[in-house]
């Protein structure tokens, strides 16, 4: 709750259990007892304190104004194309936003951003996240984003991830834990993550992780090199 309210999302109403006290002043205090609390949250051992705060949506033109057509800054989103997974979802967003993504864009299909375990898996990130909900690969290639999406599968040639240019503006795709990309969406390049072990893939989480911190490096390598001249 504490991150949320750092973040500044607008507090809309407090239920606090009896003894505690509300976080803040703001918003609408209701007092309610251990037993309601209980039953009403999503945890086995709730904390004293629940809250409801405002949505905070990004809107798609201002997606369209950070793709490399209309931005130089060169910012890079992390896109998660039907994830299903909240645990997932969650661990995601975390990584995102701590190798300093500028936005997160979940497609149609994908679980709810806001659910209670997503938000958990989050742990806080995602209140500082930009969020951009529903929008589509299709909407984004029209926005000119250059969308890199993540395989296994050597026949659609990808490129191995360390050896991708992801210093410029680009949107990083990774898809449902189960069936992945589909090899017709408009992916730019596709990338994969080699592995010396008997295993097909990674998860989906660990291999956002790997590449979103991919990118941090990368980044600023280019920033360092950039400096010097």
Same mark, same amino acid.
């Given at each position: 709750?504490?991150?949320?309210?750092?973040?500044?999302l607008?507090?809309?109403?407090?239920?606090?259990?009896?003894?505690?006290?509300?976080?803040?002043?703001?918003?609408e205090?209701?007092?309610?007892?251990?037993? &309601?609390?209980?039953?009403?949250?999503? &945890?086995?051992?709730?904390?004293? =304190?629940?809250?409801?705060?405002a949505? @905070? /949506?990004?809107?798609?033109?201002?997606?369209?104004?950070?793709?490399?057509?209309?931005? +130089?800054?060169?910012? #890079?989103?992390?896109?998660?194309?039907?994830?299903?997974?909240?645990? @997932?979802? %969650?661990?995601?967003?975390?990584?995102?936003?701590?190798a300093? /993504?500028?936005?997160?864009v979940?497609?149609?299909?994908?679980?709810?951003?806001?659910?209670?375990? =997503?938000?958990?898996?989050?742990?806080?990130?995602?209140?500082?996240?930009?969020?951009?909900?529903?929008? +589509?690969?299709?909407?984004?290639?029209?926005?000119? #984003?250059?969308?890199?999406?993540?395989?296994?599968?050597?026949?659609?040639?990808?490129?191995?991830?360390?050896?991708v240019?992801?210093?410029?503006?680009?949107?990083?795709?990774?898809? @449902?834990?189960?069936? %992945?990309? /589909?090899? @017709?969406?408009?992916?730019?390049q #596709?990338?994969?993550i080699?592995?010396?072990?008997?295993?097909?893939?990674?998860?989906?989480?660990? /291999?956002?992780?790997?590449?979103?911190?991919?990118?941090?490096?990368?980044?600023?390598?280019?920033?360092?090199?950039?400096?010097?001249?």
């Amino acid at each position: 709750m504490q991150a949320a309210i750092d973040a500044g999302l607008e507090l809309i109403e407090q239920f606090v259990c009896e003894g505690a006290q509300p976080c803040v002043s703001a918003g609408e205090v209701h007092f309610i007892s251990q037993n &309601t609390l209980e039953r009403v949250s999503t &945890t086995v051992t709730p904390q004293k =304190v629940l809250a409801i705060f405002a949505m @905070n /949506a990004g809107d798609v033109s201002t997606l369209r104004a950070m793709s490399p057509e209309h931005s +130089s800054k060169a910012e #890079w989103i992390l896109v998660a194309d039907r994830v299903a997974d909240p645990g @997932n979802l %969650g661990t995601m967003i975390r990584s995102a936003v701590a190798a300093g /993504a500028s936005g997160i864009v979940v497609t149609p299909g994908t679980v709810d951003p806001y659910s209670p375990k =997503v938000v958990r898996a989050a742990a806080g990130a995602i209140f500082s996240s930009s969020l951009f909900l529903s929008v +589509s690969l299709e909407q984004l290639a029209d926005m000119k #984003w250059p969308l890199l999406g993540t395989t296994s599968h050597e026949k659609l040639g990808p490129m191995a991830y360390d050896e991708v240019n992801l210093a410029q503006g680009v949107a990083l795709v990774m898809g @449902n834990e189960a069936s %992945g990309l /589909a090899p @017709n969406l408009p992916i730019s390049q #596709w990338i994969t993550i080699s592995h010396q072990g008997p295993v097909e893939s990674l998860n989906v989480a660990m /291999a956002t992780t790997v590449l979103c911190f991919e990118v941090a490096r990368q980044r600023k390598h280019h920033s360092s090199r950039a400096s010097d001249h």
